[in-house]
């Protein structure tokens, strides 16, 4: 069965500190993995990657996916109180019959602390 | 361009009771998904709609069903509500494989 696990489930870091998200996977017909950020209800998109050892970035958020060892990080630097929300991991298969789904894991709390 | 907007946004209902969600997907978008987000879990998949018709589906029982009209916003039906069916409901829409875009959910509280 498809798994996606998150880990830590719930951080709590003090503003400017650096945090580092993971998300390994076991999925058939992996076609992406995506990043989410859900404050209170849409998760609101943050990244997808496709390609190992390709890093992305975004402001102080950055992220990157090792296929080989199936995980992915999601760093984020110089935190702030606006980062506190749940984090979540979701990767791309693709089925029979053209199906393509998105499997989430549980997400990681984060709080960060004025 | 329009995003993916979810109605109604609450909801209680009563045991045993039926309840349809509804959801206009983005512009452009052919495809719409269905989550439920139970409480500090992750969202789980209940089905997806590519086309009018029924693309995949996850581990939920046939009173989950839904519809998807030619203008690609789509419904979610439930029925015979059980109070574990209590949650977020998020609807989100693509086009083919791209990354989701997620409406705001409906929040179902069955007592």
């Known amino acids: 069965e498809d798994k996606v696990v998150q880990s830590p489930l719930s951080l709590v870091v003090h503003e400017g500190d650096t945090v580092t998200l993971n998300c390994s996977y076991e999925?058939?017909?992996?076609?992406?993995l995506l990043w989410y950020k859900q404050e209170k209800k849409a998760p609101t998109f943050l990244f997808m990657l496709?390609?190992?050892?390709i890093e992305k970035k975004s402001g102080r958020l950055s992220s990157i996916l090792d296929k080989k060892e199936l995980f992915s990080i999601l760093n984020i630097t110089a935190t702030q109180t606006g980062d506190s929300a749940v984090y979540l991991c979701a990767v791309g298969a693709s089925g029979t019959s053209g199906t393509y789904k998105y499997i989430f894991g549980t997400g990681t709390r984060l709080k960060v602390l004025a | 361009e329009t995003g993916v907007t979810q109605s109604p946004t609450h909801l209680i209902k009563t045991r045993g009771q039926q309840v349809t969600l509804r959801c206009s997907s983005q512009s452009g978008h052919n495809t719409v998904s269905w989550y439920q987000q139970a409480l500090g879990q992750g969202p789980q998949f209940i089905f997806q709609?590519?086309?009018?018709?029924?693309?995949g589906r996850g581990n939920f029982p046939p009173r989950f069903s839904g519809l998807q009209f030619p203008n690609y916003s789509s419904e979610l039906n439930v029925n015979a509500l059980e109070l574990d069916d209590s949650a977020l409901y998020l609807c989100?829409?693509?086009?083919?494989?791209?990354?989701?875009?997620f409406g705001s959910g409906t929040r179902l509280t069955v007592v």
């Open positions: 709609y590519y086309r009018e018709e029924e693309n």
């Open positions: 999925v058939t017909n992996f076609r992406s």
């Open positions: 989100a829409s693509s086009f083919l494989s791209s990354s989701y875009t």
């Open positions: 496709t390609s190992s050892g």
